[in-house]
């Protein structure tokens, strides 16, 4: 199990006594929900208290890790201390995963804010299941993490309790006392579970005293959570009979209302991508020809007309010409709308330097140095990244500071995913305005300030999204700004 912490601070933050002030979240869950590394609904239970207490069911190592590492990421970087409990992976191996999902484990552990245990430092340290010696052990780790942590949070591996000599009555009983023990308290747990060794009859007990699993990379609302007082009281089945067709009226009354809304929101997208794309492209003409009879009035006039004359021509022109990018700039937003995208192996790095190339007379004119690092091969639309990485890196360029800009490009591998990072030491964004910058039309600046129309990085969202990954932005003012998206790995690497 783990824990989550309700402050959001670093490590370092909080050793040094400097507060980041409260997350702002009611539970650790809605912290889950905010985190790029899940995904799937996080919602309270109805009549009952949401809870920090997770269970992870997993069929193989690689869907153990996709849910365990980004959880212990999560907490490191977000000051809390990670306790983690190997039993079926040995510790080495559990570091190996670690370090390939982005977390600096050495550093973690010599500072204390990841520490490794054993099933017999845990649960079995008498030598047998003890409830209440492991709820005591849990009191004093939540104790020791309060003055110098955010919260604590502990994953462990249980394979054990299928163990000879281990009461599985028993253990379904602590879980419920658990709950207990972290109300109130700055705590989340994850529960590990390998389906391919716990018996079915024991999941399924699993399952019902959890209120929230991690399944296949989603974090799920339990319809058959029971609460503990429930649980184990005398009259479970019949409790539990009410549930079940309780259950079943309302996941069917919810499938037809979210069949129907479905149905009018792909009528209503798809009556609205025609009109954007038949409006655009019907006024290109128009605009064009504003253009060129404003530009005739000038050359044939020029010797008639006085000096505001001409500055007036001058801005209906510009006006025109940037009525025109907009055109073109929705254009491309619809196509990208409305186009398929055709998933491949596409070798980024080449991508990269396609785009580089391309930008080879704006990178001369400003200075700039590009570092592409070591990129992946992800499952890819290779025009759709090309105009993606185009677009990261023209604004990179764009939003320069007084001098030449750099920019680094570089990939981390989470999971079954690439997380690619476009960085630069330009001017930076406001936090405040961090997820304004993604909206259509959308611009920071006044017009003659920076060139543009405001739909690149909306664009840049639609190209992520059509591959199943999520975009972010990490800036301040004056600080630079990086760009990180998440794709798909290519299959033979995933």
């Known amino acids: 199990m783990c824990s989550f912490g309700h402050d959001e601070q670093t490590a370092g933050d909080v050793r040094s ?45 690689d869907e153990q890790l996709a849910a365990v590492v980004p959880f212990v990421r999560q907490g490191l970087e977000r000051g809390e201390r990670c306790m983690y409990v190997v039993n079926e992976n040995t510790r080495a191996e559990m570091t190996a995963a670690m370090k390939d999902g982005g977390i600096d484990v050495d550093a973690a552990t010599e500072s204390g804010a990841l520490t490794f245990h054993t099933i017999g430092d845990t649960y079995l340290r008498t030598g047998r299941f003890d409830p209440d010696d492991m709820l005591e052990c849990y009191r004093d780790a939540i104790e ?29 009983e602590y879980e419920s006392r658990v709950n207990d023990l972290f109300d109130g308290e700055d705590c989340i747990a994850l529960c590990q579970y390998d389906r ?9 007990d699993i399952v019902r005293t959890h209120p929230h699993l991690v399944y296949d990379g989603a974090v799920c609302h339990n319809f058959y959570y029971i609460p503990p007082a429930e649980f184990f009281g005398p009259d479970r089945p019949d409790r ?41 492209h019907d006024l290109q003409e128009p605009l064009r020809m504003v253009s060129s009879y404003l ?21 209906a022109v510009g006006g025109a010409d940037r009525m025109r990018e907009m055109i073109d700039g929705l254009l491309e937003f619809s196509r990208i709308e409305t186009g398929e995208t055709t998933l491949e192996p596409v070798d980024c790095e080449a991508v990269v330097e396609t785009v580089v190339t391309d930008h080879q007379v704006q990178i001369e004119e400003s200075g700039a140095t590009v570092e592409i690092g070591a990129l992946p091969t992800v499952r890819g639309d290779r025009t759709q990244l090309e105009q993606l990485f185009s677009n990261l890196i023209g604004n990179a360029i764009k939003y320069r500071g007084d001098e030449s800009p750099r920019i680094e490009v570089d990939a981390t591998k989470c999971g079954p995913k690439w997380r690619l990072a476009v960085a630069d030491d330009g001017i930076g964004i406001d936090p405040d305005y961090h997820d304004q910058i993604f909206d259509v039309f959308n611009r920071l600046h006044a017009i003659g300030e920076f060139p543009g129309t405001g739909i690149g990085l909306a664009l840049c969202r639609r190209i992520v999204t059509n591959h199943g990954g999520e975009i972010g932005v990490d800036s301040e003012p004056g600080k630079g700004t990086t760009f990180t998206v998440t794709l798909p790995a290519a299959a033979s690497d995933a």
Request: proline content about 3%.
């Open 17 to 61: 006594g400097e507060s980041s002030g409260p997350l702002g979240l009611e539970s650790g869950l809605d912290a889950l929900r905010s985190s790029p590394e899940f995904r799937g609904p996080v919602e309270s239970l109805g009549e009952h208290e949401p809870n920090e207490h997770l269970a992870v069911i997993y069929e193989d190592r």
């Open 295 to 315: 530009q005739l009035l000038e050359r044939t006039y020029r010797d008639d007309l006085d000096a505001d004359a001409c500055e007036y021509i001058d801005f």
């Open 196 to 204: 391919n060794v716990i018996p079915a009859e024991v999941l399924c």
């Open 240 to 280: 539990e009979v009410d549930r079940m067709l309780g259950t079943l009226y309302e996941r069917t009354t919810a499938k037809v209302e979210r069949d129907e809304t479905i149905e009018a929101l792909e009528e209503s997208n798809e009556q609205l991508q025609r009109f954007a794309y038949i409006a655009s």
């Open 144 to 172: 020791a993490a309060r003055d110098d942590y955010a919260g604590l949070r502990i994953s462990a591996e249980t394979t054990w309790i299928v163990d000879e000599g281990t009461s599985l009555e028993q253990f379904m």
